[in-house]
């Protein structure tokens, strides 16, 4: 029996079919990647973070099911990392912010400015860890990034403010200065000078300060940013009791303002 060879006709049907079967195949894998990571975004914006690490996890399977991913699976990475951040498995949730950095880094160089959300949760979660001079290495490479595209960024600022805070714990405390006089300068072109962001940094400032025994300045920047505080919510506001409350330190004792309190949340959250 002769076998019969497909027409020319019949074997480009056949190819645009299987062409037709794979893009429907990849574009339901990447509706159902974005739907896992919808889901996953809001358990985790609820704190339900097993329904998150589960809805990221799915989302990581069907990246790997849609041609042009990178990206994709990058983000999906490091929002995977950051539920293992949160429900204590930092070991886990550094080895995740490492892979997405490597993908970013190879798709888009090393100067990408995405890279810098996930040095800079690379840096909070070795900060946990009290793991100083590995998140100073990650909060550096995000600063040399920011700095590339101009210094005038309020990230700049904000972790400029979070490195002051580990050279602080390190008892450095001219180096912990010069790092949060550049915060504050950065701060008031970008925020305003009255803005609650300056009260912060100043605040910080005016802990080194004392450390640094000069009451005196420490006391004058207490007071101003207990000002900016009142000005901006109320004398009756949360931030101002926090001035108030360290008024009386600008002469106390040094020992509780070495360890940096969590390293300035209330600035990263601006």
């Known amino acids: 029996m002769t076998a019969h060879r497909p027409t020319k006709a019949v074997s480009s049907a056949?190819?645009?079919m299987l062409c037709l079967t794979f893009a429907a195949s990849a574009g339901a894998s990447e509706q159902s990647w974005q739907e896992a990571m919808d889901a996953g975004t809001k358990a985790f914006k609820e704190q339900k973070f097993p329904k998150a690490l589960e809805c990221f996890t799915r989302a990581l399977k069907d990246s790997?099911?849609?041609?042009?991913?990178?990206?994709?699976?990058?983000?999906?990475?490091?929002d995977l990392a950051l539920v293992y951040d949160q429900i204590g498995r930092r070991d886990k949730a550094r080895e995740l912010y490492q892979q997405s950095l490597d993908l970013k880094r190879k798709t888009h160089g090393n100067d990408y400015q995405d890279l810098i959300p996930t040095l800079n949760n690379m840096a909070s979660s070795y900060m946990e860890d009290e793991r100083f001079d590995e998140a100073e290495k990650s909060l550096l490479e995000a600063?040399?990034?920011?700095?590339?595209?101009?210094?005038?960024?309020?990230?700049?600022?904000?972790?400029?403010?979070?490195?002051?805070?580990?050279?602080?714990?390190?008892?450095?405390?001219?180096?912990?200065?010069?790092?949060?006089l550049q915060s504050l300068e950065t701060a008031r072109k970008v925020f305003g000078e009255g803005n609650p962001a300056v009260a912060v940094i100043q605040n910080n400032?005016?802990?080194?300060?004392?450390?640094?025994?000069?009451?005196?300045e420490a006391e004058s920047l207490y007071k101003s940013s207990l000002k900016i505080r009142e000005d901006a919510g109320g004398k009756d506001g949360l931030g101002v009791a926090a001035s108030l409350n360290n008024l009386p330190a600008a002469t106390g004792s040094r020992?509780?303002?070495?360890?940096?309190?969590?390293?300035?949340?209330?600035?990263?959250?601006?």
């Open 14 to 16: 056949l190819t645009a």
């Open 64 to 78: 790997d099911s849609f041609p042009g991913n990178s990206d994709s699976k990058a983000k999906n990475l490091n």
């Open 143 to 180: 600063n040399r990034i920011i700095e590339k595209a101009g210094k005038d960024d309020p990230r700049l600022c904000i972790n400029l403010n979070r490195l002051s805070a580990i050279y602080r714990s390190r008892e450095d405390y001219d180096r912990a200065e010069k790092t949060l």
């Open 205 to 216: 400032l005016a802990v080194v300060k004392r450390l640094q025994n000069k009451p005196e």
């Open 255 to 270: 020992e509780n303002s070495r360890r940096p309190s969590r390293f300035s949340s209330a600035l990263s959250r601006l």
